[in-house]
């Protein structure tokens, strides 16, 4: 990545003690750039990298951050945009997410489907079609 350029990065809260984060690169092909474990082995702070795009997985450090599952959902979906749609959504089943929504063309040009990763995250995988 070019210095000085903007990019969003998001950060996923897990909960404390997580020590197995391999479904984000069984689910989605995603590189590990860095991670930071606990003494116990778990999980501080992971840097991921999916075809550029760089996102963070995080343990809970405050009050103010929580993992989706503390109020049954989540604030955000991660839009996740692929040439397969189907082929990612299989992927990322086999993996260990939920469907929560099959991927299906949409009037607005898009297809797109969702899923939950194992820590309660929406990815909504899409691709432009029109």
């Known amino acids: 990545m070019k210095a000085n350029t903007t990019f969003f990065a998001p950060e996923l809260y897990i909960n404390n003690g997580v020590k197995d984060i391999s479904f984000y690169?069984?689910?989605?092909?995603?590189?590990?750039?860095l991670c930071f474990?606990?003494?116990?082995g778990s999980i501080h702070v992971a840097e991921f990298c999916i075809d550029g795009a760089i996102f963070h997985v995080h343990?809970?450090?405050?009050?103010?951050?929580f993992s989706p599952d503390?109020?049954?959902?989540?604030t955000c979906c991660i839009g996740l945009f692929v040439p397969?749609?189907?082929?990612?959504?299989?992927?990322?089943?086999?993996?260990?997410?939920?469907?929560?929504?099959?991927?299906?063309d949409y009037e607005y040009g898009y297809r797109q489907g969702t899923?939950?990763?194992?820590?309660?995250?929406y990815w909504q995988?899409?691709?432009k079609i029109l």
């Open 59 to 65: 343990e809970i450090t405050s009050i103010k951050f």
């Open 84 to 104: 397969d749609v189907d082929a990612v959504m299989n992927q990322a089943i086999i993996a260990g997410a939920i469907e929560i929504s099959p991927a299906e």
């Open 115 to 121: 899923v939950q990763d194992p820590f309660g995250h």
């Open 25 to 33: 690169e069984n689910a989605f092909g995603a590189t590990e750039n």
């Open 70 to 74: 503390k109020h049954n959902g989540c």
């Open 37 to 40: 474990r606990n003494e116990d």
């Open 125 to 127: 995988i899409q691709k």
